[in-house]
């Protein structure tokens, strides 16, 4: 199964609209591998053989992920096993001031 490699935060580009109105495409994202994942949280996970950004959610005694788009579905998860990093920022490029931080 993929790994993030070590627990150095890393940067990737939303691509589609999932997770609108929160975060756009084009926006940056910062991932912390090694964040603490819980409910509410922004994640990063791999989930069957691809990574997916979503909001990881608790639903009774499981998990889903969650998008914000209501276009899309929730995908429910046993466990947070799957949950490979946490967001911990985005930003605009080239518009500094734009920038949000989550923890």
Avoid at 23 to 43: N, R, T
Avoid at 52 to 58: A, D, E, H
Avoid at 75 to 81: E, G, K
Wanted: hydrophobic share 45%; aromatic share 8%.
């Amino acid at each position: 199964m993929p790994d993030c490699a070590g627990g150095e935060s890393f940067a990737l580009m939303v691509l589609g609209h999932s997770m609108a109105p929160e975060f756009l495409e084009g926006e940056i994202i910062i991932i912390e591998p090694e964040g603490l994942a819980k409910d509410g949280s922004f994640v990063l996970a791999w989930h069957k053989e691809e990574w997916t950004f979503r909001q990881l959610l608790r639903a009774g005694t499981a998990w889903v992920l969650h998008p914000l788009n209501p276009a899309f579905g929730d995908v429910p998860l046993p466990d947070v096993s799957a949950v490979r990093g946490v967001i911990i920022q985005k930003a605009l490029p080239g518009r500094r001031r734009a920038s949000k931080h989550y923890i």
